[in-house]
């Protein structure tokens, strides 16, 4: 899998570590939380997502 680098604010990475926790049980899952966000925001927004 491709890796990429974000960077994001104090309170948004504060709320992804807690939220990742809180979901998936650790943050081994931080990669599965994102992409499963992005996802979700692509299909909002009518982004088809290429294979």
Request: hydrophobic share 50%.
């Given at each position: 899998m491709p890796k990429t680098t974000l960077t994001l604010t104090e309170p948004?990475?504060?709320t992804l570590k807690l939220?990742?926790?809180k979901a998936?049980?650790?943050m081994h899952?931080?990669?599965q939380v994102v992409e499963e966000a992005?996802?979700?925001f692509?299909?909002?927004h009518g982004?088809?997502?290429e294979n």
């Open positions: 948004v990475a504060k939220f990742t926790v998936k049980g650790n899952a931080q990669s992005l996802i979700e692509f299909q909002r982004i088809e997502i």
